[in-house]
């Protein structure tokens, strides 16, 4: 069964936002369904990140709305889209350099016990957290040093590994990866690429911002292309050329 056989995770109709004069949403819609990667496509302005940034709880729509599996979704902060299930990745990987992977991964969230005791009185089970985070990292195929060193002495790749894994533990709905690959090296790029594929493979919704146009040919199902606050076009780019996308995404087509 195809993904697009299977009902939208996430719906985004008629989208608008401004910020004073400046309309960077212009009627944008869109939808994501689960095991498919969705590339955001276009050049710095189009409206990508705010767009993200909506579907995130960062910024409110004006107009428009977003729906999780057919119904309004309640993400009015970060906080809210996170509990909705939408979790994000941006370029700063938000990660707390003095902390361990599985630290990382739990804060804010972290399991403790006993359960009927106010949360502040309660005991971390950091046997808990550190089991669970290594298994996830195993199914997700991500290999690091070691599990109880800080993350600030990991690699570029390792970082962007350990913060997309976090992500997945909580993601039931969506995972929104903002320049996944940036600043990365060749083989470290691999990585984070193999781990795209992984997520996809297991059914998770993607949706991926990258100005990289080898990697949406390569990785994407569907590609959505902003320009100017406004969606131009939308496309599969097993189908398309490098060039086809870029002369969409600069408005250069035809």
Same mark, same amino acid.
């Given at each position: 069964?195809? %993904?697009? %056989?299977?009902?939208?995770?996430?719906?985004?109709?008629?989208?608008?936002?401004?910020?004073?004069?400046?309309?960077?949403?212009?009627?944008?819609?869109?939808?994501?369904?689960?095991?498919?990667?969705?590339?955001?496509?276009?050049?710095?302005?189009?409206?990508?990140?705010?767009?993200?940034?909506?579907?995130?709880?960062?910024?409110?729509?004006?107009?428009?709305?977003?729906?999780?599996?057919?119904?309004?979704?309640?993400?009015?902060?970060?906080?809210?889209?996170?509990?909705?299930?939408?979790?994000?990745?941006?370029?700063?990987?938000?990660?707390?350099?003095?902390?361990?992977?599985?630290?990382?991964?739990?804060?804010?969230?972290?399991?403790?016990?006993?359960?009927?005791?106010?949360?502040?009185?309660?005991?971390?089970?950091?046997?808990?957290?550190?089991?669970?985070?290594?298994?996830?990292?195993?199914?997700?195929?991500?290999?690091?040093?070691? /599990?109880?060193?800080?993350?600030?002495?990991?690699?570029?790749?390792?970082?962007?590994?350990?913060?997309?894994?976090?992500?997945?533990?909580?993601?039931?709905?969506?995972? @929104?990866?903002?320049?996944?690959?940036?600043?990365?090296?060749?083989?470290?790029?691999?990585?984070?690429?193999? /781990? @795209?594929?992984?997520?996809?493979?297991?059914?998770?919704?993607? @949706?991926? @911002?990258?100005?990289?146009?080898? =990697?949406?040919?390569? /990785?994407?199902?569907?590609?959505?292309?902003?320009? =100017?606050?406004?969606?131009?076009?939308? /496309?599969?780019?097993?189908?398309?050329?490098?060039?086809?996308?870029?002369?969409?995404?600069?408005?250069?087509?035809?």
């Amino acid at each position: 069964m195809t %993904a697009a %056989a299977t009902p939208p995770v996430l719906t985004v109709r008629n989208a608008q936002k401004r910020f004073g004069a400046v309309h960077a949403l212009k009627n944008v819609s869109l939808e994501a369904y689960r095991g498919e990667v969705l590339a955001l496509l276009g050049d710095n302005g189009a409206g990508k990140s705010t767009l993200v940034k909506c579907i995130s709880g960062v910024h409110a729509l004006d107009e428009g709305e977003i729906l999780l599996d057919g119904e309004a979704a309640p993400v009015h902060s970060p906080a809210a889209a996170r509990r909705a299930g939408i979790e994000t990745v941006y370029q700063d990987l938000a990660l707390f350099d003095n902390l361990t992977p599985a630290e990382n991964f739990y804060c804010g969230r972290e399991i403790a016990w006993p359960r009927w005791l106010p949360r502040g009185l309660r005991f971390l089970d950091r046997r808990a957290m550190n089991r669970d985070t290594a298994a996830v990292l195993e199914r997700l195929r991500v290999k690091l040093p070691k /599990l109880d060193a800080p993350v600030a002495l990991m690699s570029g790749g390792q970082r962007q590994a350990i913060a997309v894994a976090r992500a997945t533990v909580f993601a039931r709905k969506l995972v @929104i990866l903002d320049e996944p690959t940036a600043a990365l090296g060749l083989r470290e790029s691999r990585k984070v690429l193999d /781990l @795209i594929v992984q997520l996809r493979a297991e059914g998770n919704a993607v @949706i991926v @911002i990258t100005h990289n146009m080898e =990697q949406v040919v390569e /990785l994407a199902d569907r590609a959505v292309v902003l320009r =100017q606050g406004r969606k131009v076009g939308e /496309l599969r780019p097993s189908r398309a050329s490098q060039q086809e996308l870029v002369s969409m995404i600069v408005g250069a087509e035809g």
